[in-house]
């Protein structure tokens, strides 16, 4: 065999070895029968959706391939997060997949779980409700986590279709009595945005706001821009609470105190406050109810009941009175305390008495 009939052979045997190594047909099954328009084999396909890991309710957008989501990113144009998530919201994607999440509805009989159809779950649910309307009236209750204002309104028309009202909102991070707080003080009934990337000086009385506090992405960012060097010049954040938190271990300087002793601290710097001629503009009904309550908490006698020294107590009001746009959060850590409403409500006055114009307070942006 001479050589170029060699190079023919082998160059026919390459091609025959080329082609058999060709890719086949694609013969994958997805589990949708009728995909959406806007899916494309092999192409991701986002859509905008809110977070609902806690009540915050960031904007996220969820990567799909082939119907399924696969990745969960912030919304950039969101005005809450503006493209970040936390940890928790990373997290998300795993209750869609967990395999040991709840797939159907369970019923418990003998006291054992078993699996029902959606159908018998509905009337079995439908069954037990209309025997308790007949009972009488409010015999049934509803229990749900925090939802949107649309799925709210339906569980209400829902119980009042038998004769019932609710439902009964359960949230692990409650804020009640801050809500309460401000109701008493403000008037407002609802949680409102506080505008922290614009002070000078941020006081938290135990407000974990980069934890899980109102909205900890939200606050994160704009703790960023109030703590950051700008004009030359960095705001400073003291933190009280009676232990050391992840927000707490970011301040300045932490204030340690008595467990649920906050509103004695707060009522002491509302009492120097007003002696050094804070909130002047105030109704003098409201100046004068604020100087009657906080007068008892001198230096000494916050020291008696909350152990933070008298010269600490004192670093505390020099910053504060110093601060040309001072913002103080209430309460975190005492959220379930017996004296939490009196120190959400000591804060909001402290908040008026040293901010009477509440330019840091966001009334028509709540949370």
């Known amino acids: ?113 078993r699996p029902v159809t959606y159908a018998e779950a509905e009337a079995i649910l439908q069954a037990k409700a209309e025997a308790a309307m007949r009972n009488g009236n409010g015999r049934v209750r509803m ?58 000086f941020l006081i938290s009385f135990g407000a974990d706001f980069l934890e899980t506090w109102l909205s900890p992405v939200e606050y994160a960012r704009k703790f960023k821009d109030m703590h950051g060097l700008r004009w030359q010049n960095k705001s400073l954040y003291f933190h009280v609470s009676p232990y050391q938190s992840l927000t707490g271990a970011n301040a300045d300087f932490w204030f340690s105190c008595n467990p649920d002793s906050e509103h004695f601290i707060a009522l002491g710097l509302l009492r120097e406050g007003i002696r050094h001629g804070n909130g002047r503009s105030l109704p003098d009904k409201l100046r004068t109810a604020i100087e009657t309550v906080s007068s008892p908490y001198t230096r000494e006698k916050v020291f008696e009941l909350s152990s933070l020294p008298p010269e600490l107590f004192d670093k505390l009001y020099i910053h504060l009175q110093l601060a040309r746009k001072p913002l103080i959060l209430g309460t975190g850590t005492s959220a379930t305390g017996a004296n939490c409403l009196q120190a959400n409500i000591a804060v909001n006055l402290l908040n008026l008495v040293f901010d009477p114009d509440l330019e840091r307070i966001d009334f028509s942006n709540r949370h």
Not at 28 to 57: F, H, I, N
Not at 190 to 197: E, N, V, W
């Open 143 to 200: 229990l749900t986590e925090v939802v949107g204002e649309s799925l709210l309104n339906l569980a209400r028309q829902s119980l009042e279709n038998w004769d019932s009202k609710g439902p009964v909102i359960f949230e692990p991070f409650g804020y009640e009595a801050l809500k309460e707080a401000n109701s008493q003080v403000f008037g407002l009934d609802g949680l409102p945005s506080y505008k922290m990337d614009e002070a000078d």
């Open 1 to 113: 065999m001479d050589r170029r009939t060699f190079l023919k052979i082998a160059g026919v045997s390459g091609l025959s070895f080329a082609a058999s190594c060709t890719s086949q047909p694609e013969k994958t099954l997805y589990s949708l029968v009728q995909a959406p328009d806007d899916m494309v084999t092999g192409k991701a396909t986002w859509y905008a959706s809110t977070c609902r890991e806690c009540p915050a309710g960031c904007g996220v957008l969820a990567k799909n391939r082939e119907g399924r989501t696969i990745k969960v990113e912030g919304n950039p144009l969101h005005p809450i997060n503006r493209g970040r998530l936390c940890m928790r919201g990373q997290a998300a994607l795993q209750g869609i997949y967990n395999p040991d999440r709840i797939k159907t509805p369970l019923l418990k009989e003998a006291g054992k779980w």
